[in-house]
Nanobody
Framework: QVQVVESGGGLVQAGGSLRLSCAAS????????MGWYRQAPGRQRELVAS???????HYKDSVKGRFNISRDSAKNTTDLQMNSLKPEDTAVYYC??????????????WGQGTQVTVSS
């Protein structure tokens, strides 16, 4: 069994900051990548940021320079530091972890989502 749990969402004014955290636990042999998607009402889920096992990062263009993703491979955790938040960043944020189990196939596991609301 694998669990992915997020924390850290909330309500913030435009220009403010929030830090999201995510932890994977359970039957894990290795984690190839971790990252964050978000989904706003009426819109498709979109990739916000990701980080691989060799610390390569990828960001959605609209968050470059404002968001920073980090990872602690020893603890199977990833954080998303979000600065200079804008109302258009409002969404439910989902953490994922691409996990290789001790036996079986590598696949993505998802957290339950955490709400981020940015007021103008």
């Amino acid at each position: 069994q694998v669990q992915v749990v997020e924390s850290g969402g909330g309500l913030v004014q435009a220009g403010g900051s929030l830090r999201l955290s995510c932890a994977a636990s359970g039957s894990i042999f290795s984690i190839r990548s971790m990252g964050w998607y978000r989904q706003a009402p009426g819109r498709q889920r979109e990739l916000v940021a990701s980080i691989t096992d060799d610390s390569s990062t990828h960001y959605k263009d609209s968050v470059k320079g404002r968001f920073n993703i980090s990872r602690d491979s020893a603890k199977n955790t990833t954080d998303l530091q979000m600065n200079s938040l804008k109302p258009e960043d409002t969404a439910v944020y989902y953490c994922y972890a691409e996990i290789e189990p001790p036996r079986g196939f590598t696949r993505a596991y998802w957290g339950q989502g955490t709400q981020v609301t940015v007021s103008s």
